[in-house]
């Protein structure tokens, strides 16, 4: 009677790697965005602190394009055996909301953690003669359809909240679509894209040169690193929004290497140094469980629904 207790505790033992060998080769984490972009830097410091955790390499790969679709549609394509991994977003909610023929659905993937929360910052650029949101907008209706803004997705919240802002105030403004933010942000830069709302990781060190101004941030209180900067509710329009990042594989992952996976991003997401590169961004290092991950998802659809319906945003 006692042989099955003592089996059943050395199986246990082996855990994942004695059920699946997993890790045994490179691990792939796909990118649906430019490299050192906001959600490139914090997925190159989770897959440097997952391989070391692992014994595995862990190679970031950026596939931009489609709002992000390029590189889902590559992890779905893969085996899903967790060695193609994709660094999830609010855009995989988005872009199941936004487009009627979309390659996948929110059940294809398979959660398993958040690893940040992080707020938009209302960039303007320096060509644009205006310090503040209120001269923006003055400036804008004085100059009607002469102004752009930087979107890379439709149904984006950068897309989303330059036009809830333009319906505030009356004002026009014409889309210009890049494939990641960092074109965008150079564009700015550059002043041939006049407005972009931007994570603000993307945009608060270039703000912080002066090579571009930032009008507010999206997030209920003003930001540890920016306290300077106003909110959108401060400015008078009532709009808090945030993105999220996060770790998914394809559904049919084996459960133990999700398990496994789950405690090793937690672990990366609490230590201070992951934590100290995410608030100087003005971002939030937050971890989850799959479950709460899969609830993001779905809330992030349900709410990216009801704004596609009111611009008329969906698509074929």
Same mark, same amino acid.
């Given at each position: 009677?006692?042989?099955i207790p003592a089996?059943?505790?050395?199986?246990?033992?082996?855990?994942?790697h004695g059920?699946?060998?997993?890790?045994?080769?490179p691990?792939?984490?796909?990118?649906g965005?430019?490299a050192?972009g906001?959600?490139d830097?914090?997925?190159r410091?989770?897959a440097?602190?997952?391989?070391?955790?692992?014994?595995?390499?862990?190679?970031?790969?950026n596939r931009p394009?489609?709002?992000?679709?390029?590189?889902?549609?590559?992890?779905l394509?893969?085996?899903?055996?967790?060695?193609s991994?994709?660094?999830?977003?609010h855009?995989?909610?988005i872009?199941?909301a936004v487009y009627?023929?979309?390659?996948y659905?929110?059940?294809?993937?398979a959660?398993?953690s958040?690893?940040?929360?992080?707020?938009y910052a209302?960039?303007?650029s320096?060509?644009?003669?205006?310090?503040?949101?209120?001269?923006?907008?003055a400036?804008?209706r004085?100059?009607?359809?002469?102004?752009n803004? $930087?979107t890379?997705?439709r149904?984006?919240a950068? /897309?989303? #909240? %330059?036009?809830? *802002?333009?319906k505030?105030?009356?004002?026009?403004?014409?889309?210009?679509?890049y494939k990641?933010?960092?074109?965008?942000?150079?564009?700015l830069?550059?002043g041939r894209?006049?407005?972009y709302v931007?994570?603000?990781l993307?945009?608060?060190?270039?703000?912080?040169?002066?090579?571009l101004?930032?009008l507010?941030?999206?997030s209920?209180?003003?930001?540890?690193?920016?306290p300077?900067?106003?909110?959108?509710t401060e400015k008078?329009?009532?709009f808090?929004?945030?993105?999220?990042?996060?770790?998914c594989?394809g559904?049919?992952?084996?459960?133990p290497?999700?398990?496994l996976l789950n405690r090793?991003?937690?672990?990366i997401?609490?230590?201070p140094?992951?934590r100290?590169?995410?608030?100087?961004? $003005?971002?939030?290092?937050?971890?989850s469980?799959p /479950?709460? #991950? %899969?609830?993001? *998802?779905?809330?992030?659809?349900e709410?990216?629904a009801?704004?596609?319906r009111?611009?008329?945003?969906q698509?074929d």
């Amino acid at each position: 009677m006692k042989f099955i207790p003592a089996l059943a505790l050395a199986v246990l033992a082996t855990g994942v790697h004695g059920q699946t060998g997993y890790p045994d080769k490179p691990v792939r984490l796909v990118v649906g965005f430019s490299a050192g972009g906001p959600t490139d830097l914090p997925a190159r410091f989770i897959a440097d602190r997952l391989g070391t955790a692992l014994g595995q390499r862990v190679i970031v790969e950026n596939r931009p394009g489609a709002g992000g679709q390029i590189a889902t549609q590559d992890v779905l394509s893969k085996p899903r055996d967790g060695y193609s991994l994709l660094l999830c977003t609010h855009f995989e909610s988005i872009n199941a909301a936004v487009y009627k023929n979309v390659a996948y659905k929110l059940s294809d993937l398979a959660p398993i953690s958040q690893i940040s929360r992080y707020y938009y910052a209302v960039a303007l650029s320096n060509e644009v003669p205006a310090q503040d949101l209120e001269g923006f907008i003055a400036y804008a209706r004085a100059n009607p359809g002469k102004l752009n803004y $930087g979107t890379i997705g439709r149904g984006s919240a950068q /897309e989303v #909240l %330059a036009l809830e *802002l333009a319906k505030a105030a009356g004002i026009r403004l014409t889309g210009i679509p890049y494939k990641g933010g960092a074109d965008a942000v150079n564009d700015l830069i550059a002043g041939r894209v006049h407005l972009y709302v931007s994570p603000t990781l993307n945009v608060l060190p270039q703000y912080k040169a002066g090579r571009l101004r930032v009008l507010a941030v999206t997030s209920p209180e003003r930001l540890a690193a920016a306290p300077q900067i106003p909110t959108l509710t401060e400015k008078g329009l009532a709009f808090v929004r945030f993105g999220w990042l996060g770790l998914c594989g394809g559904a049919g992952t084996p459960q133990p290497v999700i398990a496994l996976l789950n405690r090793q991003v937690g672990a990366i997401v609490k230590s201070p140094e992951y934590r100290d590169l995410i608030e100087k961004a $003005g971002s939030v290092a937050v971890s989850s469980s799959p /479950e709460q #991950l %899969a609830q993001i *998802l779905h809330e992030t659809y349900e709410q990216t629904a009801g704004i596609a319906r009111e611009f008329g945003l969906q698509m074929d």
